[in-house]
């Protein structure tokens, strides 16, 4: 078996569906996580906060510098992730093409390096 | 290499890797030992003779080769390998499964995941046994590149676990559409100028017509390669200048070709499941039978505009009306058309307005047409067309 990271690319935070189709998402999303569970591919998932949020921790001479905000700035962002067991790509891709459609939204899938042990 | 490894190696190096990729489960490690086995076959076939069965001696002895090379390394990966090939049958695989190899290695290479033009280099490097220096020539592309492009999709099957595996019967339909595109990709890149790429798509043709029977439109792309490459000695005269079709000698036609083309046009038809390519082919096979029906070409046209409609497949509708209705209702259906980067669309408007007169208009069309075509005999032909219509333009 071996592990795959699908990403959920999120474009333009500032402009986010309204909550009753949010809340939707959020009813096919349960389903989805649900569907993975029962299929034993289920490693982990999770949305995220807005790149906002987010702080960067730089290497620099043997310190660390803190700053705020995304690594990148890009039209898309890294939206929530989920991992997931798959014997092949195209059982990832099938899980993908499910996550796609529950969340609406394009849906990046990469191979973990390693295989998980079962 | 002698003439007889030259012809297995072209029969066999396809079935060869497929085979091998199976027990292996690594594409790289195949390659390497069907290469070695070729390289033994060379030593020593001009003195033992070609094999009863050249395919199976391929094989084998690349089997042993990788279990060589296997045993010389010590990774874990390698061992799990190793005791995959220990376990193979030791007689030469039966002509049932060593065609699902190749199926299978076909859908792998032509996977949605690869970047199409990946696809086709994977798909003449692994099922046509092309080198990377022709691939990359037939392509235009820079040896390293064509390399690069190779190691990167061979990785990703690898490191994404792309399977070996044909899709199951819901993703079929779709996954046929992938392949059969790369297939007649390689056909029409070969059509521009390299005779080779058509052979190779010719030879995947009739092999997925061979490993997928009911598909009646692997039959079609198949019988639509072969009446188009049935004209290429037709196609071009003697300076090297297009001959269009209206003005082809129908003698110098390959007669063997489009009988086949015709045959299997007239077999997938049967089936009544008409798809893009069968269609299409339809539309060669009657253009085959000089003088061309144009009412039957417009009633296919209509037909494919039904099933798969798309602004060139209108264009080419567009001939057909001009040859039943007339210059002027297909020039309409030109003009309403957005392809103007497409140099097909400026030669038919070009031919169609200086068979209505209107000769200043047709001249700046076959202008554009020449500028856009990347064909050096099609130019030639669109010049000289350009050049009978006003003397002054000419030099």
């Known amino acids: ?118 | 290499m002698t003439v007889d490894v030259a012809a297995v190696f072209r029969e066999e190096y396809g079935r060869a890797v497929a085979v091998l990729v199976r027990f292996l489960g690594d594409i790289d490690l195949a390659e390497e030992a069907v290469q070695d086995a070729f390289t033994t076959a060379v030593r020593s076939w001009p003195e033992t003779g070609v094999p009863p069965s050249p395919a199976g001696w391929i094989i084998t002895t690349a089997r042993n080769r990788a279990i060589d090379r296997l045993r010389r390394e010590s990774t874990r990966q390698a061992r799990h390998a190793e005791a995959a090939l220990l376990h193979a049958p030791d007689a030469p695989p039966e002509e049932g499964p060593v065609r699902d190899e190749r199926l299978r290695l076909i859908f792998t290479c032509c996977h949605p995941a690869l970047a199409p033009r990946a696809q086709v280099a994977l798909t003449l490097r692994l099922l046509g046994g092309l080198t990377t220096t022709q691939i990359a020539r037939a392509f235009l592309v820079s040896e390293p590149t064509m390399a690069g492009r190779l190691v990167r999709a061979k990785a990703k099957i690898r490191d994404a676990r792309i399977p070996y595996r044909v899709p199951r019967d819901a993703d079929l339909p779709d996954r046929l559409k992938g392949v059969l595109a790369v297939v007649y990709l390689i056909f029409n890149e070969g059509y521009g100028g390299t005779p080779e790429l058509c052979a190779e798509s010719l030879r995947l043709g009739r092999l997925l017509t061979e490993l997928m029977p009911d598909e009646p439109e692997a039959t079609g792309l198949l019988a639509l390669m072969l009446l188009v490459e049935s004209r290429r000695a037709a196609r071009t005269d003697d300076s090297g200048e297009l001959v269009p079709l209206s003005e082809q000698d129908p003698a110098r036609w390959d007669r063997e070709l489009v009988t086949e083309g015709q045959l299997l046009v007239r077999r997938c038809l049967r089936r009544n499941r008409p798809g893009p390519y069968q269609i299409q082919a339809a539309v060669q096979a009657v253009h085959s039978d000089a003088p061309t029906d144009w009412g039957q070409v417009l009633r296919l046209y209509d037909h494919l505009m039904a099933v798969a409609p798309s602004p060139v497949v209108a264009l080419n509708r567009a001939v057909a009306v001009a040859e039943t209705a007339g210059p002027a209702r297909a020039l309409a259906l030109v003009d309403a058309l957005d392809l103007d980067g497409y140099h097909v669309l400026h030669a038919v408007r070009a031919d169609l307005l200086r068979r209505l007169g209107r000769d200043t208009e047709a001249v700046r069309a076959y202008e554009r047409a020449a500028e856009l075509t990347e064909s050096t005999a099609e130019r030639a032909y669109l010049e000289r067309r350009r050049r009978s219509l006003s003397p002054h333009h000419g030099k």
């Open chain 1, 1 to 118: 078996m071996q592990y795959y990271l699908l990403n959920v690319m999120q474009p333009g935070w500032d402009e986010l569906p309204a909550p009753e189709v949010l809340a939707e998402i959020g009813a096919r999303l349960d389903a989805f996580h649900q569907e993975l569970r029962e299929a034993g591919a289920w490693v982990f998932a999770g949305g995220l906060h807005s790149p906002d949020s987010s702080t960067v921790l730089r290497p620099r001479d043997g310190d660390v510098l803190i700053t705020d905000g995304p690594y990148a700035e890009g039209k898309e962002q890294l939206g929530g992730l989920c991992i997931v067991k798959a014997p092949d790509l195209d059982a990832a891709l099938e899980w993908g093409r499910k996550a796609a459609l529950a969340t609406t939204l394009p849906i990046e899938v990469r191979p973990f390096q390693h295989e998980s042990e079962d």
